[in-house]
């Protein structure tokens, strides 16, 4: 039987991998880490030998350096790793300093910060564990800045109205309404027959000015005549909506993308996947007005808008944004 080496490749070998998968040729990448660019090839030629795989597809027609299919597994690993390491770094070096630990607060509503936001904040924390972050809740558009001490607000705004959108709002996602429904309370072969939501009760969420999460404007789309509907149950908050849902207690009108971890794990199931409604509302981040913005948050934006968007646009002009 072979034996497969369990060693770990020098740590020069592997950055000089990364920085030329992510820059696209082995002159930028010398250059970004200082040594010559013959440094750099052996440097590659000596990890491919090490571990037995063509890591990089280059020269030929290509314009500039690609990993293979086997490079990609490695550099999701080695960039994870690194990052670590400079986090791990910074953290030491600010210990050594005496320097207190940064701490990021943040502000938003129940249903976002249980839903979206705090099952996401692991990924951060993991990128920067020298950061504390704190979150808190507000009741309303307007958080208290200055007596919650607050860096960051995820905000539920629209375009018109006293609820709009600010000049320095950071965009993150639009909403989309949609019926949904514990997989068990409607059989897979009825999930496509209007009645359903007659035979059924409604759960309705009380939500200001929105009239895609109203049942009325759903009967008029799905063309539902007047009928006797069962007594709806009425909650506050899409968090109390989708475990009144999930635990089958009717049918409720979930707002993507808030329920995509229900839909995925089918906790929730759609009903009516065609009569999706886009929702009047949408979700920003606004940084505390006034206040220049730390590396540590702009990272954190810059990690919650690439949690929603491949946009690299809008990534770099957030950016930008935050650090200046």
């Known amino acids: 039987m072979k034996t497969i080496a369990t060693r770990t490749p020098p740590l020069t070998a592997l950055r000089a991998f990364e920085a030329v998968a992510r820059l696209g040729n082995l002159s930028q990448a010398a250059a970004e880490l200082h040594v010559t660019k013959s440094a750099v090839s052996h440097q ?137 429904c514990s997989p068990g309370l409607i059989a897979p072969a009825y999930r496509t027959d209007p009645e359903v939501f007659r035979r059924h009760r409604l759960i309705i969420e009380k939500h200001v000015a929105s009239p895609e999460t109203s049942w009325r404007t759903w009967q008029a789309r799905l063309q539902l005549a007047e009928a006797t509907w069962c007594e709806p149950l009425v909650l506050h908050g899409m968090s109390a909506v989708v475990s009144a849902a999930v635990a089958g207690l009717g049918i409720a009108l979930g707002r993507l993308p808030l329920i995509d971890a229900e839909l995925a794990d089918q906790r929730l199931v759609k009903l009516m996947p065609d009569a999706e409604m886009e929702g009047s509302w949408r979700y920003v981040i606004r940084p505390r007005p006034e206040q220049t913005i730390d590396e540590a948050t702009a990272e954190f934006i810059d990690f919650c808008v690439a949690q929603c968007v491949d946009d690299t646009t809008l990534k770099t002009t957030v950016r930008t944004i935050a650090r200046t």
Do not use: Y
């Not at 020269?59 to 791990?88: D, N």
């Not at 692991?122 to 972050?133: A, H, L």
């Not at 800045?145 to 995820?154: E, L, P, Q, T, Y």
């Not at 609820?163 to 949609?178: C, F, G, K, S, Y």
């Open 44 to 180: 590659l030629r000596a990890l491919e030998a090490d571990l037995g795989a063509t890591l990089l597809k280059r020269g030929g027609k290509l314009r500039r350096a690609e990993p293979t299919e086997i490079g990609w597994g490695l550099l999701a690993s080695v960039r994870h790793s690194l990052s670590l390491l400079e986090a791990a770094c910074r953290s030491t070096r600010a210990a050594a300093q005496g320097e207190e630990r940064r701490r990021i607060r943040i502000s938003a509503n129940a249903s976002f910060a249980s839903l979206w936001l705090v099952p996401r904040l692991g990924g951060f924390m993991s990128q920067r564990p020298d950061v504390d972050v704190e979150v808190r809740l507000h009741t309303n558009q307007a958080p208290s800045w200055k007596a919650g001490d607050i860096d960051v607000a995820f905000l539920h705004v629209r375009d018109q109205g006293p609820h709009r959108m600010h000049a320095d709002d950071v965009p993150l996602m639009r909403e989309t309404i949609v019926p949904v």
